[in-house]
Nanobody, 123 residues
Framework: EVHLAESGGGLVQPGGSLRLSCAAS??????MAWFRQEPGKGREGVAA?????ATSYAGSVKGRFTISRDTETLYLQMNNLKPEDTAKYYC?????????????????????WGKGTLVTVSS
């Protein structure tokens, strides 16, 4: 059974950095992605990475966020954080054949989700 567990969220000042982690178990392949959701809004694809290391990013985070993965963990390095980055961040995995671009646009197509970690950017 696939299990995903996020960690690393917290309160940070604008301009600061955070590194999110997602510990993964129960599978060894697939496109993985980070999504975020603000209260009362839909989920937004933030960054995705496939098995070959190809990546895609939402325009709002390109140049500030970096997604990476190793055998058991997915990461999201977030730099120059802004108040509008405040949200609950979720990791998810697609065990099918979605590309990274498809994954960012298709949260309903992801197969497994973690429970999320809250990121608050505020002074």
């Amino acid at each position: 059974e696939v299990h995903l567990a996020e960690s690393g969220g917290g309160l940070v000042q604008p301009g600061g950095s955070l590194r999110l982690s997602c510990a993964a178990s129960g599978y060894t392949y697939g496109t993985m992605a980070w999504f975020r959701q603000e209260p009362g809004k839909g989920r937004e694809g933030v960054a995705a990475i496939d098995d070959d290391g190809a990546t895609s990013y939402a325009g709002s985070v390109k140049g500030r966020f970096t997604i990476s993965r190793d055998t058991e963990t997915l990461y999201l390095q977030m730099n120059n954080l802004k108040p509008e980055d405040t949200a609950k961040y979720y990791c998810a995995v697609d065990l099918g054949r979605m590309s990274t671009e498809q994954a960012l646009r298709n949260d309903h197509g992801m197969d497994y989700w973690g429970k999320g970690t809250l990121v608050t950017v505020s002074s």
